[in-house]
């Protein structure tokens, strides 16, 4: 599976940005997909899963009613809506994919990941 994510750029906070995440293959209905995001010198966090289908969504409690994931399983791309932007969300974001049913809030519990699409947000 190969990841292309796109979308960052630089924004204002209180700003917006829609992040895109488009997958190569056709398996791409069968994977959990995940953001995560990563600023300079410190690890990479997670940020928010969808299901295989769509219609559950899991978001890190930093994010929780700023971000909306979603997921176009025709155009095999995820999406990651992000609203009220602080500087604090500035980061690496990438996309990932996760084999089997269950989400998870762990890097190393992903199988493949995109090259990440830099967010910076202005104070």
């Known amino acids: 599976v190969q990841l292309q994510a796109s979308g960052g750029g630089l924004v204002q906070a209180g700003g917006s940005l829609r992040l895109s995440c488009a997958a190569s293959?056709?398996?791409?209905?069968?994977?959990?997909m995940g953001w995560f995001r990563q600023a300079p010198g410190k690890e990479r966090e997670f940020v928010a899963a969808?299901?295989?289908?769509?219609?559950?969504?899991y978001y890190a409690d930093s994010v929780k009613g700023r971000f909306t994931i979603s997921r176009d399983n025709a155009k095999n791309t995820v999406y990651l809506q992000m609203n009220s932007l602080k500087p604090e969300d500035a980061a690496l974001y990438y996309c990932?994919?996760?084999?089997?049913?269950?989400?998870?809030?762990?890097?190393?519990?992903?199988?493949?990941w995109g090259q990440g699409t830099q967010v910076t947000v202005s104070s």
């Open positions: 969808i299901s295989r289908s769509g219609g559950t969504t």
């Open positions: 990932a994919v996760r084999g089997g049913t269950y989400y998870s809030t762990k890097p190393y519990e992903y199988d493949y």
């Open positions: 293959g056709r398996t791409f209905r069968t994977y959990v």
